[in-house]
């Protein structure tokens, strides 16, 4: 198994473009979240699924939107890139949203706004 | 509100040697805390998960312990290697089923030297 695999690795935007932060796993995962990680800052949650067709705000989902509609993939959209949006992307799956239920995350996208 | 605070920021050691990295939180009610390894422009990986019944928990070099009455957790590596540089994060699940109780901590940048 690949696990959880996210496309590009690494991206410079300037601002107002947009593009989409591609994330599939092949562990037949339920839950799959979109986390950035800023320097020095833990990890915030954007948005979440618990399944196709089922997604849900996270703490940070401003400037963002997502879709599920396979159990596969959950892709990430930035529609008008800001300098603000400069982080690095996680994308991780769980089997179950339980507390208890173990992430799998993604090697991560590096996305420059300039 | 709730809070995950880890210390030191930043760590170096001499190979062979041991560390303990500390996490404070406050995030309520409670449900398990998790120590993660990041390895540099990789995803975080699941070391050990502890629920508020467990003192201790072990995985190979890594220990982690917990108190839950005083809202600490530390994480000590034994004969350190090379190999153990990476960042580590804790992590504290708080709630029962919302996938948007999850708190990160900013980490443990810890650095082993030959």
């Known amino acids: 198994n690949a696990g959880v695999t996210q496309t590009p690795k690494f991206r410079i935007l300037k601002i107002g473009q947009s593009m989409t932060l591609q994330c599939a796993q092949d562990m037949n995962h339920n839950y799959m979240y979109w986390y950035r990680q800023d320097p020095g800052m833990g990890l915030k949650l954007i948005y979440y699924s618990v399944g196709a067709g089922i997604t849900d705000k996270g703490e940070v989902p401003n400037g963002y939107n997502v879709s599920r509609s396979t159990t596969e993939d959950f892709p990430l959209r930035l529609e008008l890139a800001a300098p603000s949006q400069t982080s690095v992307y996680f994308c991780?799956?769980?089997?179950?949203?339980?507390?208890?239920?173990?992430?799998?995350f993604g090697p991560g996208t590096r996305l420059l706004v300039l | 509100k709730n809070q995950v605070e880890q210390s030191p920021q930043s760590l170096i050691i001499l190979e062979g040697k041991n560390c303990t990295l500390q996490?404070?939180?406050?995030?309520?009610?409670?449900?398990?805390l998790r120590w993660y390894k990041q390895d540099t422009g990789r995803g975080p990986v699941s070391l050990t998960i502890?629920?508020?019944?467990?003192n201790t928990k072990s995985n190979g070099r890594y220990t982690a312990t917990l108190d839950a009455d005083t809202k600490q957790s530390s994480l000590h590596i034994t004969a350190s290697q090379l190999s153990d540089s990476a960042s580590y994060i804790c992590v504290v699940s708080g709630g029962y089923s919302s996938a948007s109780k999850i708190i990160f901590g900013s980490g443990t940048r810890l650095s082993i030297r030959p």
């Open positions: 996490c404070n939180y406050t995030v309520s009610p409670f449900s398990n």
């Open positions: 502890m629920t508020f019944s467990e």
């Open positions: 991780a799956s769980s089997y179950r949203g339980t507390p208890e239920e173990t992430q799998y």
